[in-house]
Every structure is written in structure tokens, then in C-alpha cells.
């Protein structure tokens, strides 16, 4: 069994409002499709990161690239509670999924995405094994803090419940090791890149994708096809 997690949290002065922001997930909790959906709110101050900045005594800086705008310390803080809204819903959920996927509220601001496609997407990732995230660059890309490192998407990720936890760990262990080292915050996606290269006994397993449809459309595409071709050819010869 498969659920699905998408959350929201508030960001003041943030370029898309509120209303943009829910405008844009209503095609996601309106979406007909067998996994269920929990969607929830939080609020800034109950995010793990901004409760562990507020117990700092020093000053932290965060990466902001060419859109200081968007990419306050606030959004930071939101990027870096996806793991933990996983391993929250891993925690409260009664229904015991195989699997948790996580798909951003804002979703829909990606060119191409329709409700189709990401009910395509989720029943291909039943049974899903290993951790599975979406991304544009290679494993050995040479990256800096200066800019996101998109060796991963962000928006999507397909969990095992036996990693939800392990995963959430992990990225807050990075977190939390690279505000000791260097008094700074980065993008959620440069910090994921890290966890994959120090913690090899996660099994996250990165497909091709872009900014796009293909997040979800690459996702197991060519193996499920192979995977219906088959049934489709043994029940054909079953019928005779």
C-alpha cells in the first residue's frame, strides 16, 4: 500500500502567497486515484530546523544564489521538514503503508504535471524497494553552496517505510553537521546530494529527470511497460 504526503507551512513575504500556494493544490487533493492523500499544515516555529536554530548561540548564515527573495531563511527551514513530515506520517499512520511518497504542495507549478501523470506515477511505485528521488545531474557533479546542486529534483521522493526514519536521520545529521562546520544553511537538494555521497548504506536509487513532467513520467517507465507487456502476453496465451 501506497500513501501519499504533501504538506504546507506558511512562509511570511514570501514571492507566491498563500492563496497561490493553495490554488495550486487543489488539482492535487482533488486528484481520483487509489492512494490516499494526508495533507497537513505546520506552522515556521514548530519546524525541527528553525527549533534547532533558536537554541544556537551563534549566527547563521543561509544560501540565497540570484533569488534572496525566495530563498530565505524561512523557505530553508520548510524544505529541510519534508523528511520529517515522512517520518511523522510514518509514525501516526494506522494504515502500515509499504511505502510513503512525498510530492510537494506546490506540485503543479512544475511545466507539464497533470493529475494523470501523478496517478500513472503512483501506481508504479508500488512495491518500490529502495528510496527513489528524481534529479538532472550526475552522481560526481562538482558543486558549490553558492548555487543548488540539482543532482535531485526535490519535489518528489518514494520512501519505504523501512527507510522513512534512517532517511530523516540522516538528512538531519547533515544538517545539522554542516551548521556546526561551516554556520550555514543550504539548499535541501545540496544537502540530500551530501547524505547520498556519506551514507552509502541508504539505498537511494537516482532516476534521469528535469524540471518537468519527467519527475514522475521517468520513473520506472520502461521497467513497468516491460513489466504490463508481459501479463498482457501471458493472458493472451491463457485465453487460448
Known sequence: MIVAITAYVPIPGHPRTADDYHQLAVPLHEMKANTPLLSRREELKNCWLQQYLDGLD?????????????????YHIVQAQKTEFLAQAAEACRMEPDVYVWIDYGIFHVPGVTQKIIQDFLVRADGEQTIAIPGCWDKN???????????????????????????NEAMKKEYTSWIAKHHHVSWE??????????????????????????????????????????QQEFSFLGAH
Open 141 to 167: 557533479f562538482i558543486y558549490d553552496d553558492d548555487q543548488p546542486c540539482w543532482r535531485f529534483c526535490g519535489g518528489v521522493m518514494v520512501v519505504p517505510r523501512k527507510y522513512v526514519v534512517a532517511l
Open 189 to 230: 537538494v545540496n544537502t540530500l546530494a551530501r547524505v547520498e555521497r556519506r551514507e552509502p548504506e541508504l539505498p537511494i536509487w537516482w532516476y534521469q529527470a528535469d524540471h518537468d513532467a519527467s519527475i514522475f513520467t521517468n520513473y520506472r517507465r520502461t521497467e513497468y511497460a516491460d513489466r504490463n507487456k508481459k
Open 58 to 74: 551563534v549566527e547563521v548564515s543561509h544560501s540565497v544564489a540570484d533569488n534572496p527573495a525566495k530563498n530565505t531563511m524561512a
